[in-house]
């Protein structure tokens, strides 16, 4: 009777994990749907889109968290092409006019700027000056980088397609600031009537068509409205893929018909592979060694030249960033309008680092390899997250590099968060950074954040009064000519006192199917930003 | 029996709040601050520098500067109160919603696992039994030392290598066809189908020794018979338990396995969570996960004393 029991019982259990099982998946199938009837325009679009034309699917570098252009560390809206700022940049970070035409300061503080007429928001409404107003003012009510980008006090309508911005201190680079994706112009209907963000209505080349909450993927449509003109690509279904592997392994599979950022060491592979093209370009973001001003040793000019000279950046452009990237020249990348031409590449002479070494009291005493002053040895930690796939190959070389000049160099590698904490703690001697050198297209970006003594990124806590001042005039200058010029000069100063240690410039690679041409690579775009003008075939 | 269960119950509250205490209190014990990286996810890029300002005003948002006490208990207040897991800073969405979008393919997932694990590790194990130390029975147990022994996040990298990328039969990673189903759910059940192997032939075995089987011989039953009705019966009563403890195995860690394939359950959203120190997120799936790990042994537990009235809780 206890075997029929036994037998009747798992039978039931079997049937309950059956129905179970099916019950769930009918469920679920409710629960996308419900996802995406949040946005409910869904299924209509992808019929539309599955009837002809295929939309581009996207394999995005980042878990798509968030989409509202003004308070999201995704940029989605910004690659997607949903959104766009009043100024746009050229390639070589010149700003072109976009949704403002024409920009003039009317007094130290005041900028009037001329929007353009006839651009439409993606609900139809056209764009006119108090839409500006409602996002600017938002822009800077969420975040302390957009009013600080800014110097953001208010702004007032003038007309229809005229306003005027006011800033709370004399800002030259106000249109500069402008063109940073937060800065993007949104219809107040982006928000519901309890002020939360729900939908991206912008004026760019792509409508926001859905967002699947439980699949976290953004689709976007073509705009039939678009004001710059006819838009090739009928629509784009974005990912988040994190893993570098996964991303190259999605295009390899053809799951994806565009990804960013494949790990180095794929790049030929996939570049071979029939019907994948990878193209690499240098964004605005170098890999840099932050020097921590609190050790006495890292004080001494000397020292800090030593490290420089130590390190063969070709090698490591070469053999461990598998040449996506380029030796770093200077602090800015050769494409920049006011890139200095004169900069040349930091040479790798290990003989001259000893000597200058040993000028600096460092004298390998007890034949061990390693440099002794005062008869304690030469011993560096060398810091690095380990998220950049550069990073923690760079941060051995260098290791290594500085060991044949007598450095006893101590690698470690550690989670972002980790790393960030011992730069919290000044706990490091070296930290290896992957930084962004252009959030707005102006050379002062960096200068003044990395190098001033309050810079809130300059974290080694280099202090000089004398720089301070000088960066405090450049930024102050209006004319651009001299603008540039001036903080060349700093820049060539910079270098000179090694204040922070430039290793190369940063390659981003873009793979995608041959299906898909047309696409230029926008380098003012905070990651990337998607192209208007591909095309998709096949 | 209700002496038991209230003590069950009251024990299984008390592992929840111990569960979530130790969630939100080591969150706060992972490096990098947790202003600081919810700014880099939500105001500037993901890796980007951040300012002491805007770390003021993420603070500020968020509650983060009050002490980790009395952040716990306002959460356990409004959660007890009115069931308001809260808001997560990050996906700035309640995560009562997000949770029930990650619950159904957590399910899913564990459920698929589940039948894998019954089916082929119950069938399997009596193959073996029966042909106890004849080739067949070798080979599954090879099969099953191989799958106990390498991770399920190497296997699942293997059968994604194998199924994907070589034969191109199965999708690499995603959700939301049965295609994208069968590489998550076979990764997380090899493991525990290899054990149910092992248990299933081990106490078919012992079964299989017994007087009533030899007595069953002797009446002159066909083999079948013997194995089919008088013998599976009895050894399928140790695999019950070992049946629901997995269960609740599978879907708390599903987490791993979640993140390889991309599955969009609550183990991708405890990670995500984790990541970006959105406390409520990872506060909320730790409840979740532990709760269900509970009930489903209660469950078992109780089941137990159905399947088989020799048991007694008293």
Not at chain 1, 60 to 82: H, Q
Not at chain 2, 245 to 258: N, P
Request: hydrophobic fraction near 45%; aromatic fraction near 8%; charge should be negative.
């Amino acid at each position: 009777m206890i075997f029929m029991t036994t037998r009747t019982h798992f039978t039931c259990l079997l049937l309950f994990l059956l129905i179970a099982g099916t019950v769930i998946a009918g469920c679920t199938n409710t629960g996308t749907q419900a996802g995406t009837a949040v946005q409910n325009r869904t299924t209509t679009t992808q019929a539309a889109l599955a009837g002809e034309e295929q939309p581009l699917k996207f394999g995005e570098l980042w878990l798509i968290t968030g989409f509202d252009p003004m308070n999201s560390g995704v940029f989605i809206t910004e690659k997607a092409i949903v959104t766009e700022a009043l100024i746009g940049a050229d390639q070589d970070f010149k700003l072109i006019p976009n949704l403002a035409t024409t920009w003039r300061r009317t007094s130290p503080v005041t900028w009037e700027i001329a929007l353009r007429e006839n651009v439409s928001f993606h609900n139809g409404q056209p764009m006119t000056a108090s839409e500006v107003k409602f996002s600017l003012d938002r822009a800077a009510r969420l975040n302390a980088q957009n009013r600080q980008f800014m110097d953001y006090d208010s702004s007032r309508v003038i007309d229809a397609h005229t306003i005027e911005i006011t800033t709370s201190k004399p800002n030259p680079i106000l249109p500069e600031a402008l063109h940073y994706p937060n800065m993007a112009i949104i219809h107040p209907d982006s928000l519901d009537a309890a002020g939360n963000f729900t939908t991206p209505i912008g004026t760019g080349p792509m409508v926001f068509d859905s967002f699947d909450q439980q699949t976290r993927t953004f689709t976007v449509k073509r705009n039939p409205h678009w004001w710059g003109g006819p838009v090739q690509l009928p629509g784009m279904v974005m990912t988040g893929i994190p893993d570098s592997n996964a991303r190259a392994l999605a295009i390899e599979k053809g799951e994806v018909d565009f990804t960013v950022d494949v790990p180095m060491n794929e790049v030929q592979r996939l570049n071979d592979l029939p019907g994948v093209t990878v193209d690499t370009y240098l964004t605005p973001r170098v890999y840099r060694m932050v020097v921590n001003f609190q050790r006495p040793a890292l004080q001494d000019k000397r020292v800090r030249q030593a490290i420089s000279l130590a390190i063969n950046r070709d090698d490591i452009v070469d053999h461990v960033l598998y040449n996506v990237g380029a030796p770093a020249r200077g602090l800015y990348i050769p494409s920049m309008a006011w890139f200095n031409t004169s900069m040349q590449a930091l040479p790798y002479d290990p003989e001259k680092a000893k000597a200058l070494l040993a000028e600096a009291g460092y004298r390998d005493t007890n034949g061990d390899g390693i440099v002794e002053k005062d008869g304690r040895p030469f011993t560096i930690d060398l810091v690095s997250a380990q998220e950049r796939p550069g990073l923690p190959p760079m941060s051995e070389a260098i290791g290594q590099y500085l060991k044949e000049i007598g450095i006893d160099a101590r690698v470690e590698i550690m989670a972002s968060a980790a790393s960030t904490d011992r730069q919290k703690a000044m706990n490091y001697d070296l930290l290896m950074v992957p930084a962004n050198i252009a959030m707005i297209p102006d050379p002062g970006y960096i200068i003044d954040t990395w190098f001033r003594t309050d810079g809130y990124a300059n974290s080694g806590k280099y202090s000089n009064p004398t720089l301070d001042a000088r960066i405090d005039d450049a930024k102050q200058t209006d004319d651009l000519k001299e603008r540039y010029a001036k903080f060349n000069k700093i820049e060539a100063d910079i270098y000179d006192e090694m204040i922070s240690i430039p290793l190369a410039d940063y390659g981003v690679t873009i793979a995608h199917k041959d299906t898909v041409t047309g696409y230029r690579f926008d380098p003012t775009a905070h990651d990337l930003r998607m192209d208007a003008n591909m095309t998709l075939t096949g | 029996m209700h002496h038991y269960l209230i003590k069950r119950l009251a024990f299984l509250v008390l592992t929840i709040v111990a569960a979530s205490a130790l969630a939100f209190v080591l969150l706060h014990a992972v490096p990098g601050g947790s202003a600081e990286t919810i700014a880099r996810h939500t105001l500037v890029g993901l890796e980007d520098e951040v300012s002491e300002q805007m770390i003021t005003e993420v603070s500020d948002q968020y509650d983060l500067v009050d002490p980790l006490w009395q952040q716990y208990l306002n959460w356990v207040y409004r959660a007890v109160r009115y069931g308001d897991l809260g808001t997560s800073f990050v996906y700035h969405e309640p995560v009562t919603r997000l949770l029930t979008l990650a619950l159904p393919p957590t399910l899913i997932l564990a459920a698929t696992s589940m039948l894998i694990v019954i089916v082929a590790g119950i069938s399997l194990g009596i193959y073996s039994a029966v042909r106890e130390n004849r080739a067949g029975d070798l080979i599954v147990r090879c099969a099953t030392v191989f799958s106990i022994s390498f991770p399920s996040f190497w296997i699942a990298l293997m059968l994604m290598l194998v199924f994907s990328l070589t034969l191109n039969w199965l999708p690499v990673t995603g959700y939301g066809t049965p295609a994208h189903l069968v590489l998550p759910a076979l990764a997380l059940a090899l493991h525990p189908t290899a054990v149910v192997v092992r248990i299933v032939r081990t106490s078919m075995l012992e079964t299989l020794g017994q007087p009533y089987i030899t007595f069953a011989v002797a009446k002159g039953l066909s083999f079948g018979q013997i194995v089919w009705n008088h013998a599976v019966k009895n050894a399928l009563i140790p695999v019950t338990t070992v049946l629901g403890v997995y269960f609740g195995h599978l879907l708390a860690g599903a987490v791993i396995i979640e993140n390889i394939f991309a599955w969009p359950g609550i183990g991708h959203l405890l990670v995500d969570g984790v990541f970006s120190h959105d406390i409520p997120i990872v506060t909320s799936c730790i409840v979740v996960i532990v709760t269900m790990f509970l009930v489903v042994n209660l469950s078992v537990d109780l089941l137990y004393r159905i399947i088989d009235p020799r048991i007694s809780y008293e």
